[in-house]
């Protein structure tokens, strides 16, 4: 089906450790972005990215890295893992770079930093 | 600058009655409006979305918007709730200027929907 996949679903990570979050989109987009979700704030952007080569700070980038080699991929790097950065991560693509499109959103990666 | 306020944080409905949920926004351009819904542990679904043609957008699921520009309003509502309808919902505003387009979400609505 088409979409937007992200992996892995659940993570447990100890403070200090680095992982990767994956997001594949399948549509063709060039607008991809990763967002993250905490209560009682809604979403907010850590990285988004208009094309393969170009990627651009969010919101929230402080402790995240994101390249983005190919159109379909944009994964999400955590450099060293704090417990704040425990929350769920949701990414998205759109295919309108003015974002008037709406996106299309992954079902999310629900991340625990102990 | 560009914000968005959903005016309640929670707001419950018995099954069959309608339902209402409030969003205000400001934004400095001509913004593109949406509304999504989130179900528990899934990603967010677009409902709906308004980009300056009719001011009444029909959305999935019975759903419908109003944009309001004199008021500032882009509430969502439905004629009659469903025990499906119980989930989380975000107004989002969307909008293009000199340093390309910027989103900003609301901090959702939950509905609850009560039989």
């Known amino acids: 089906n088409a979409g937007v996949t992200q992996t892995p679903k659940f993570q447990v990570l100890k403070t200090g450790q680095s992982m990767t979050l994956q997001c594949a989109q399948d549509?063709?987009?060039?607008?991809m972005s990763w967002y993250r979700q905490d209560p009682g704030m809604g979403l907010r952007l850590i990285h988004y990215?208009?094309?393969?080569?170009?990627?651009d700070q969010g919101e929230v980038p402080n402790g995240y890295n994101v390249s983005r080699s190919t159109t379909e991929d944009f994964p999400l790097r955590l450099l060293s893992a704090a417990p704040s950065q425990t929350s769920v991560y949701f990414c998205?693509?759109?295919?309108?770079?003015?974002?008037?499109?709406?996106?299309?959103f992954g079902s999310g990666t629900r991340l625990t930093v102990v | 600058a560009q914000s968005v306020t959903q005016l309640d944080s929670h707001v419950s409905v018995s099954e069959g009655t309608p339902v209402l949920l409030r969003c205000n926004y400001s934004s400095s351009y001509s913004p593109s409006l949406f509304w999504y819904v989130q179900h528990p542990n899934k990603g967010l679904q677009l409902l709906l979305k308004y980009t300056s043609a009719a001011t009444l957008v029909k959305g999935i699921n019975g759903f419908e918007a109003e944009f309001k520009k004199s008021e500032t309003s882009f509430h969502l509502t439905k004629p009659s709730a469903h025990m499906s309808d119980a989930a989380e919902y975000f107004c989002?505003?969307?909008?293009?200027?000199?340093?390309?387009?910027?989103?900003?979400f609301g901090a959702g609505t939950r509905l609850f929907v009560k039989a």
């Open positions: 990215s208009v094309g393969a080569g170009i990627t």
């Open positions: 549509m063709n987009h060039e607008y």
């Open positions: 998205a693509s759109s295919s309108r770079r003015t974002g008037d499109y709406g996106y299309t």
């Open positions: 989002v505003v969307s909008e293009s200027g000199t340093g390309g387009f910027k989103t900003i």
